[in-house]
């Protein structure tokens, strides 16, 4: 297993710095184009669009939200106005690559998200560039990318460590300002000018923060072992093929009726095992009381599996994710099996409910992006199910002889979208709690001493 968390590349980036101060090498402008898109990609992506993932009740928010909104205005171009969305990009690796970069132009959008301006193209760096600007420009991107699907309960759940490690970012920022600066062209010092004085601006306002960021080693990527037999091993590989698969299945046009059944089955399985585990596994009885939680997420996804019984939309399943299903299965017993001296030397009870909590949390998803979808299946005319299920007698009858499935509509099925949005509701709850409550994996405490302006 190799694992990489948001904490990690944080970290690595401070590191960076270290070798960007002493540096003789002169940062070109487009260098310095590719570092300062990528610091507002990433403050973009830890922060929301004009700040919503910070929360309303934390005590920095105004701080925060004031760094968002006031990134420097781009030099380049015609615009008077900030673009605070991700731009449209497509993973090449380490970093993102803009789909426009080829040959295009990156637009930067007002309020109303209309376009105002239109950007040179950006040359963003190489992984092998070995300038110690294009390596922290990297590092960068990969923090980005990884925050692009963090669940935002996850990169909320700790108000202060969203205000450490913005703080953090913005440390960087100066950091890489001043250094440019010092020995960079003149000629293009307005906007390094401009976007150095926003962060140390910004690190003032928010006021010198701690150094440890938990909330950020939730936020992983994680190359699983494949080769291994091991318990751990073995979940952890299920879960991150068994997540690609159902939301690779659950994104198609008309999702099939089996993939939610087995959502509904797995969220019971899942949940009901991990309040088994934060109750009776060892060291863990901190997480006790999210028992009663995680038991009602149980209780609604077996409920909303009854209602699924018997309908379809004709849609099929693949096998991989069918597949993959059954992988997740065989882990899950492996794991709930009654212990043995054996497994038991093997099985790390911390790291199995690391694994549990991420399958939860993207269990939760896959009902929440699915929240509305029996209504409108049902309103569409394109769920199928028994003659039986009919709420009209008289069509009942009509329709009884020879027919095996009928179109259904909303009245045939009233119990099936509450049911399901009740699912969704208590596992999200189950789920936030998780998130907020798991300490996750400990990072590497390699943070600079007074980090704030490094």
């Avoid at 929301?48 to 909104?69: D, F, T």
């Avoid at 003149?186 to 010198?208: F, K, P, Y």
């Amino acid at each position: 297993m190799s694992t990489t968390t948001a904490a990690d590349l944080l970290d690595r980036a401070h590191a960076l710095t270290r070798d960007l101060r002493r540096s003789d090498n002169t940062p070109t402008r487009g260098q310095w184009d590719a570092f300062d898109h990528t610091v507002h990609r990433l403050l973009t992506n830890l922060l929301g669009r004009r700040g919503c993932n910070i929360p309303h009740r934390s005590e920095r928010r105004n701080q925060l939200l004031s760094a968002a909104l006031t990134y420097p205005q781009p030099s380049r171009g015609r615009t008077t106005a900030v673009n605070l969305a991700p731009r449209s990009a497509r993973p090449t690796g380490l970093g993102l690559v803009p789909e426009t970069a080829a040959g295009g132009h990156l637009d930067a959008t007002n309020d109303h998200g209309t376009s105002t301006a239109t950007l040179p193209d950006l040359d963003l760096p190489s992984a092998t560039d070995p300038d110690p600007l294009a390596r922290l420009t990297c590092t960068l991107g990969a923090l980005a990318d990884l925050l692009v699907d963090a669940s935002p309960w996850v990169v909320t759940s700790g108000q202060g460590d969203l205000a450490d490690a913005t703080t953090r970012v913005l440390s960087v920022a100066a950091v890489a300002g001043r250094h440019t600066l010092s020995v960079g062209n003149l000629d293009d010092a307005d906007r390094v000018l401009a976007v150095g004085q926003w962060a140390e601006r910004s690190i003032r306002l928010i006021g010198e923060r701690s150094a440890t960021t938990a909330t950020l080693n939730r936020v992983t990527a994680t190359l699983p072992d494949r080769a291994s037999h091991g318990v751990n091993d073995r979940l952890e590989t299920a879960r991150v093929d068994w997540t690609n698969a159902a939301q690779a299945e659950v994104g198609r046009l008309i999702p099939s009726v089996d993939v939610l059944r087995v959502i509904a089955n797995q969220g019971a399985h899942l949940y009901g095992l991990t309040a088994e585990m934060v109750q009776n596994g060892p060291g863990l009885a901190r997480e006790a009381e999210l028992v009663p939680d995680l038991a009602d997420a149980a209780r609604a996804f077996r409920a909303a599996d009854r209602q699924w019984a018997g309908l379809t939309t004709l849609t099929r399943p693949t096998h991989e994710f069918l597949s993959e299903s059954r992988r997740l299965l065989d882990a899950l017993k492996a794991v709930a099996a009654p212990p043995t001296l054996a497994a038991t030397a093997e099985l790390d009870p911390e790291r199995t409910l690391s694994d549990l909590v991420a399958l939860a949390i993207t269990t939760a998803e896959l009902a929440a992006e699915t929240s509305d979808l029996p209504i409108r299946l049902l309103r569409s005319h394109l769920l199928f199910g028994p003659v039986d299920r009919l709420a009209d007698p008289l069509e009942r009858l009509k329709r009884r002889t020879g027919t095996r499935a009928v179109s259904l509509g909303i009245l045939d099925a009233p119990d099936l979208q509450a049911r399901w949005f009740e699912a969704g509701s208590a596992s999200r709850a189950a789920a936030h709690q998780l998130a907020v409550r798991h300490p996750g994996r400990r990072g590497p405490d390699v943070a600079p001493r007074g980090f704030a302006l490094l």
